[in-house]
């Protein structure tokens, strides 16, 4: 007889299962069934629940990207005017949560997915959309019309910072580096205007 309100609780221990799996192996070259394993039951019941690999790791960064608008919102919330609502966002995408070996590994191989399976690629334009939106919506007021082309250049940024550091493979991440790194490019590019 399954257990009540079990199901909810063994999809969470895969989605993490998930996320430390691909994070260790830097890849998707990972089974089922060392997922299944991390999570403590059976690959039978994580495809159950999933049916495939690939909808277990859509859970995962579904989850990742859950847990990351949480943290802007509420970095925006504590936010003081437009610069200070940029700088949150810019600081909650490195946040010790968002930015963390198994999370930076999960999205590497988010960008690579994205570019073969629709689900993938539509989840990745929803976050890239949401991060624009934010951005330009508190620069217009610090750079006018400049506010899409500086939105875009703050996305790439934390994008390609998340791809270096899975690229690197020793050492913790280093989230206030990567912060500083983007805040200064956003200083100049408001001394600019």
């Known amino acids: 007889m399954p257990k009540v ?4 609780i063994r999809k ?7 996320i430390t799996e691909i994070g260790r192996a830097g890849s998707l070259d990972v089974t089922v069934a060392q997922i299944a394993r991390r999570a403590g039951m059976s690959s039978a019941l994580a495809h159950h629940y999933f049916g495939s690999k690939e909808q277990i790791f859509l859970a995962a960064m579904r989850h990742i990207l859950t847990v990351y608008a949480a943290e802007v919102r509420g970095a925006l919330a504590s936010a003081d005017g437009p610069r200070g609502r ?3 966002i ?7 949560t968002n930015f ?4 930076i590994g999960a999205w590497l191989n988010f960008y690579v997915l994205a570019q073969t399976q629709p689900e993938a690629a539509r989840l990745l334009s929803i976050y890239q959309r949401r991060l624009r939106s934010n951005l330009v919506h508190d620069l217009r007021p ?10 875009d250049t703050l996305g790439a940024l934390i994008d390609g910072v998340y791809i270096r550091q ?5 050492g913790a991440p280093d989230g ?11 200083e100049r590019e408001l001394e600019a205007s």
Do not use: N
């Open 142 to 151: 610090l750079v006018g019309e400049r506010a899409g082309q500086v939105a």
């Open 100 to 103: 963390r070996r198994e999370v």
């Open 86 to 88: 940029v700088e949150a």
């Open 12 to 18: 969470a221990a895969l989605v993490w299962a998930t």
């Open 176 to 186: 206030a580096g990567a912060t500083e790194l983007i805040l200064s490019c956003l």
């Open 5 to 8: 309100g079990a199901e909810p």
């Open 166 to 170: 899975a690229l690197k493979k020793p």
């Open 90 to 96: 810019v600081r909650a995408s490195f946040t010790t």
